[in-house]
């Protein structure tokens, strides 16, 4: 798929209200792509992408339509690669080295910390979960790659997340078990996940 240089999301808490806003933010602007829908938690998410001047027209109507509905949004202007392709569903497979999982409440504050995150450090973005089955609304990210450019990574994330008044939940796994970067090479959806043999004691 092409890229496009910005991005936005917004998430609203009524289904009605989204679907509504979206649609004046489809009618507004040329933007290129979007996609949109149901999300856990009885929320709406809308994804937009194309020029910078377009989403950023198109984003700032589904505010107005959103009103106290728009729970949380963010637009990324320059948006960064693997960020891009992540959210748009692709995954990059795990190397070597530390993992970091950063969650936040909404989807919005987690893109926006994840951009940060790798425009600061030269990281990996293993995947990033955009509140899809099981996450009752939250963002989860998981990135991977030396320990200090885990735990710089992290910093950065976090330091944001706090400095706009929330409290992000996030750990850092120095040395992970082969068989957890193996499962991460699928999903961190346990639906998703194979059975791995390992070669521990059955009986």
Request: hydrophobic content about 40%; proline content about 3%.
């Amino acid at each position: 798929m092409k890229k496009h240089p910005a991005i936005a999301a917004v998430e609203f808490s009524d289904i009605s209200v989204g679907m509504h806003a979206t649609d004046a933010m489809l009618k507004k602007a040329p933007i290129a792509f979007v996609k949109c829908g149901t999300i856990s938690r009885g929320r709406y998410l809308t994804l937009i992408g194309g020029t910078t001047a377009s989403v950023e027209e198109s984003l700032n109507e589904g505010l107005l339509w959103g009103g106290a509905s728009v729970l949380d949004h963010v637009m990324l202007a320059d948006v960064h690669p693997q960020l891009y392709d992540a959210i748009l569903g692709e995954r990059r497979p795990g190397g070597g080295g530390a993992l970091a999982i950063i969650e936040t409440d909404t989807v919005s504050s987690n893109v926006r910390a994840a951009e940060l995150a790798l425009k600061a450090t030269p990281v990996e973005l293993v995947e990033i979960r955009l509140a899809d089955t099981g996450l009752s609304g939250k963002g989860v990210s998981v990135y991977q790659g030396t320990l200090h450019d885990i735990e710089a990574a992290v910093d950065v994330a976090v330091a944001f997340l706090r400095a706009r008044g929330g409290e992000p939940r996030f750990k850092i796994i120095s040395a992970p078990h082969e068989g957890l970067t193996q499962q991460l090479q699928t999903s961190t959806y346990f639906g998703s996940a194979s059975l791995l043999e390992l070669e521990g004691e059955g009986t």
